[in-house]
């Protein structure tokens, strides 16, 4: 049985605030605030262990796999930026996790689609949920990627 870690605490880098809306033990709702502009960018976010969530049944997920999701429309107008750096601050929070997965709708939201793959996200494959088909874009370390693939490249903390 896979054992499902705690959702870890978010510090971002450059510039950028998280501040907690709400949350469980494994999902967390979010405010981005984004540095340098009159006025400050703000959007919700989600992130949440795939493990635990909507994602579960959908392909090998490790415990430490993440899902982030972006408040609708938001990618319209949030910089791809965004997108990296959440991905780079849950990286920080947990070098364990092998993959944040980011679900583009497939019904035709190419921007948020282009936006995530502006943030270093690829496409993986389309799955159905219980009420939408998806397009799942990954983001993954280099220790995932690179072609030495030893375990003890694998971060333990």
Same mark, same amino acid.
């Given at each position: 049985?896979?054992?499902?870690?705690?959702?870890?605490?978010?510090?971002?880098?450059? =510039?950028?605030?998280?501040?907690?809306?709400? /949350?469980?033990?494994?999902? =967390?709702? @979010?405010?981005?605030?984004?540095?340098?502009?009159?006025?400050?960018?703000?959007?919700?976010?989600?992130?949440?262990?795939?493990?635990? /969530?909507?994602?579960?049944?959908?392909?090998?997920?490790?415990?430490?796999?993440?899902?982030?999701?972006?408040?609708? =429309? %938001?990618?319209?107008?949030?910089?791809?930026? %965004?997108?990296?750096?959440?991905?780079?601050?849950?990286?920080?929070?947990?070098? !364990?996790? !092998?993959?944040?997965?980011?679900?583009?709708?497939?019904? /035709?939201?190419?921007?948020?689609?282009?936006?995530?793959?502006?943030? /270093? @996200?690829?496409?993986?494959?389309?799955?159905?949920?219980?009420?939408?088909?998806?397009?799942?874009?990954?983001?993954?370390?280099?220790?995932?990627?690179?072609?030495?693939?030893?375990?003890?490249?694998?971060?333990?903390?």
């Amino acid at each position: 049985m896979l054992t499902v870690p705690p959702l870890p605490t978010l510090d971002p880098p450059y =510039g950028w605030r998280v501040v907690m809306a709400a /949350g469980t033990r494994f999902t =967390g709702r @979010f405010r981005l605030h984004g540095p340098g502009t009159d006025t400050e960018v703000e959007v919700e976010v989600e992130v949440e262990r795939c493990a635990a /969530g909507r994602l579960r049944d959908t392909y090998p997920v490790s415990a430490h796999d993440v899902e982030v999701r972006v408040a609708s =429309g %938001a990618l319209d107008t949030l910089p791809s930026e %965004a997108l990296r750096m959440l991905a780079d601050a849950v990286w920080t929070a947990d070098p !364990r996790c !092998r993959r944040i997965v980011y679900a583009a709708a497939a019904d /035709g939201d190419l921007n948020s689609f282009a936006q995530a793959e502006a943030a /270093g @996200f690829r496409h993986v494959v389309d799955v159905d949920l219980a009420d939408e088909e998806v397009r799942l874009l990954v983001a993954e370390p280099e220790w995932v990627t690179g072609g030495d693939r030893r375990l003890d490249r694998v971060p333990q903390s």
